[in-house]
């Protein structure tokens, strides 16, 4: 039997400290300057099982993480909150999962029981945002942002090391900006901002057995670049134009199964990871309603990945009715073949009511339907009927591609939510249903918080009830009933400290239960 | 199938009884009781006289829109009670018959003359006592000793309602706490601006209440005009509400938060915000930067803690058959190969994993004959992957799929999985990145097989 090499300790946690350190340094008073400092720390310990669906393994998950957030603002020691400033922030983590084992991350060639899955780590350290930003520069014309950032927009949530650049007019803002995408396995880096698609990561413990698990493919540098155009004024009307596209470079293997020429291949050119452009707008018509709409065009697949739109009337000062469209067909990274898989939209269409009864209560409803439809219905197999030869087309072939019978899925969709808020505490209600050929699931939440002491001290509740069918997998279908009793306690007002207990029930699994200790601190200078 | 559902009835019943616990009209009662016995043992106080000018209007009616400030709305429910607390002004004023013209004809600075000058919201700009003893033939120098005047014109009861003559030097205590914000009547007065602008009009009604506080819509009157014609009126919410040192505005207060209007771009906070939230960040991240910061969507969408307003309790059990449902909403904070298949691969509920991890693998879809095989039904694994290919992919990899769709120049089976209008985008795609089309296809040049 081969003894696995000694475990490496994450290097990212010597940057860790190091950047405590730094945070501990900024507290420390220095001049009279009016630079406001703020150093912010979130501890959360949890515990749990994951049970396979089929009873083994149970993953014991106990997960501690660490966050560190350091704040510096009014470097430029001016007083007014809408005049020039430079600021620093940034915000590090470390994620733990003590529960895995290190034979899950060191890989051992021909090990029968080896349970090593690519790029899991049990203990990665990310840095989530830093970066040093100007505002309300050259008079208010100019800001920027350097470093580790995110940003929002009709695109989605997303992130990149690099340079943005904004302009501010009277009317309009333009934004300009390029680096690179964050991409897990790089360091200090986590893949949360990738588009999916492609397994990709750190395969430094691969590095002699470059067969080994060919399709979790390298990690390398994504050059990223984009621009946009927002509207400045007025607030009644409001707009913005995104474009981005970024670049996968490095090697990967563009092979798994071993072809005519008995060789997996890689492929090592620069090429498209994304190119898409998206534009979103909203307007607001007075006391009388207002609507919003939105779309994004992807340029690498070319067809319109997503659109929306939404209109609301404001029937009386508390009382708001509008109707939701959504259109959705999912996209892929450059790289991944899934983009060429055949797909058709989802599309859902909503009407939703929102009616705040009093200052303390308010209850939204919304219901709707959610079809897909597609130009193949296998009910009438004419379309891609087998060759003599068993197969459905071959080399980009296809059977009959005029022959169209159009099929389509319909499902039932609702929720509802309800809030009660008062000045030591708040109740909440959420109830979701839907219902389709896929399957159905229906339940409610329900939830309160209270304060004591002014606020030191709480305690919540929750409380839900869910029930389920899987049409795909009939006997995965169960009733749900679980419930959480948390404490609060609130030292000073510096920080804070949260306690939680989970407990569900159902026939899968029995009885799950789950801890959750967190952790807030907050100092300011 | 049976269920024994007794032990879930109990702990429901248990949760139900617990949560109506924490509901305040509960412990209220109990809070209340004391003082509904105290308030039976003491002789109630005698209603207090009505008195005029102790309201807005005459009689208390509501007071007529066109007098409120410009952004109210109507029915008026006031200004935020957040942004101004509430007050006890137990006066009897007439603004109306003060201001005037065919009666006292009184500017407002000449009673307000504080105001042209002010630079904070904590500066007092109610008019000292001592401004009315020219007229009322008081003496309001030494607070302590104030000294009536003329009976009727200037006894004290004429401007303190509910005050008694055995109250001697005792009247009830004005209080108006400061408002929460950042004001520079200053500024405005230099440029001309009129009370009226911003106050509604106050020479037209009696008693001055939070009613004549400016709304934050008619601010928006010049501070949100489009381009040059709104001069120097900055749109930054810290103009006007009180700034954090990291630029967002002050948004919690002890007893209460500041909550968006639904009249400014539809962002009132409703119970189902956190399902339209996203409409709003497509377009104006500034709006939600206003209040939150990276932390704050961080936790949700790059969050490590689940947040329990989106995924229920036992989400554990629930996540497969919302993410088979309704697969676009998994995507919006979950990239899947790296969220999901971790989790997946580790319980061996994947196809690709060390021997370890499908040691104890069983069939996770539908019998092979139903999901993989000829002829195709709806329960075949084509038609669920059509129609929610993400979910596919949180759980398998490319190989996955090429075993099968691959080429069989490629060592698949050459099954094909091309929509019908692949050929007219083939050839762009390939431009931009051969490296998919190398992964199921033979060939040096994939662009070659464009056709």
Known sequence: MRTPPPRQKPPCLKTFASLTLLAMVALTPSSARAIDTEVTATTAAQGYALRSPFGDPILMRRRVMQTLGLGVYHLLDDEKPTGPQISVKLRLRLDADIGIESSETTFV?????????????????????????????????????????????????????GGLVRIQSPYVQVEAYGGFEQRGGLPLSLGRYERNGVWRGDRQGLVDSPDAFAMFLEAGRA????????????????????????????????????????????????????????????????????????????????????????????????????????????????????????QTPITTLTGRGSWQATDRLDLAVNAGVRWWSTDDDPDAPSTLAPDAAGRVGDQGTLVDPKASNTARLTDVLGSAYGRYRWSTGRATLRGVFEVGERGRREGVDVG??????????????????????????????????????????????????????????????????RVLALVNVVVNR | MSRDLSPLLLAATCVAAALLALVPGAQAQGDQAPAASASADEPAPPPAPRAPYNAPMPGGSATPRKLLPPGASFPDPGPSKVIYPPQQIPLRFSHKKHSDKDGLGLKCTECHGAAATSVAASDRLLPSPKVCDGCHGTEHEDLLAVKAGDPGFGSCEVCHAGYQPDHGNNVARVAMPTARMRSNHKIHADRNIQCESCHGAVQEIDLATREQLPRMKGCFGCHAMSGPGKGK?????????????????????????????????????????????????????????????????????????????????????????????????????????????????????????????????????????IWSEMPRT??????????????????????????????????????????????????????????????????????????
């Open chain 1, 109 to 161: 060639r021909g090990d029968t029981r080896s349970r090593y899955v690519p790029g899991l780590i049990e203990a990665p350290v990310d840095l989530m945002y830093g970066y040093v930003e100007g505002r309300n520069l050259a008079g208010g014309w100019l800001g920027f942002r350097l470093g580790r950032q995110y940003q929002s927009n009709s695109l989605g949530w997303w992130g990149f090391d």
């Open chain 1, 223 to 342: 050059p990223a670049m984009g621009f946009a155009l927002e509207s400045a004024t007025p607030y009644w009307l409001h707009a913005r134009l995104d474009y981005r596209r970024v670049y996968n470079t490095g090697a990967v293997a563009a092979s798994y199964l071993p072809g005519a020429q008995g060789a997996l291949r890689t492929y090592n050119e620069t090429r498209t990871s994304s190119e898409r452009l998206g534009y979103a707008m909203d307007a607001t018509f007075g006391d009388h309603g207002a609507g919003k709409g939105g779309v994004v065009y992807d340029l690498y697949n070319q067809f319109f990945s997503a659109y929306y739109a939404n209109l609301d009337g404001f029937v009386t000062q508390r009382l708001t009715v509008g109707a939701d469209f959504d259109y959705f067909r999912p996209t892929f990274d450059g790289d991944s073949i899934f983009n060429w898989f055949t």
């Open chain 1, 448 to 513: 309160g918080e209270r304060y004591f002491h002014g606020g030191k001290y709480g305690a919540s509740l929750r409380g839900s009830v869910f029930d389920w069918r899987d049409d795909l997998r009939p006997d995965r279908s169960a009733t749900s009933v679980g419930y959480v009793v948390g404490g609060m306690w609130k030292p000073g007002p510096m920080a804070d400290v949260l306690l939680e207990w989970e407990h569900n029930m159902n026939r899968l699994v029995g009885q799950r239960f």
């Open chain 2, 233 to 369: 009126a900055q749109n930054d919410c810290n103009v006007c509400h009180e700034p954090l040192p990291d630029g967002r505005m002050v948004s919690a207060y002890p007893d209460g938060k500041l909550l968006p209007p639904r009249w400014m771009g539809n962002l009132e906070h409703t119970a189902d915000y956190i399902e339209r939230h996203k409409r709003v960040a497509a377009d104006n991240t500034k709006a939600c930067g206003s209040c939150h910061n990276e932390n704050f969507c961080t936790d949700c969408h790059d969050g490590r803690v689940r947040p329990r307003s989106i995924h229920p309790n036992d989400y554990l059990s629930l996540h497969p058959v919302e993410a088979r449902l309704d697969n676009p909403r998994c995507t919006s904070c979950h990239q899947e190969q790296q969220f999901c298949q971790p989790c997946h691969t580790r319980a061996g509920i994947t196809m690709t994993g060390s021997p370890g991890n499908l040691r104890n693998q069983g069939r996770f879809h539908p019998p092979r004959a």
């Open chain 2, 378 to 451: 709806r329960q075949h694994h084509a038609w669920e992957a059509m129609r929610n290919l993400n979910a596919c992919v949180a759980c398998h990899t490319e190989r996955d799929c090429t075993v099968c769709h691959a080429t069989q120049a490629a060592g698949g089976r050459g099954f094909n999985p091309h929509p019908p209008d692949f050929a007219s985008r083939c050839k762009s795609a390939a431009s931009k990145n051969p490296r998919p089309c190398l992964v199921c296809h033979e060939g040096a040049n994939p662009r070659d097989l464009c056709r």
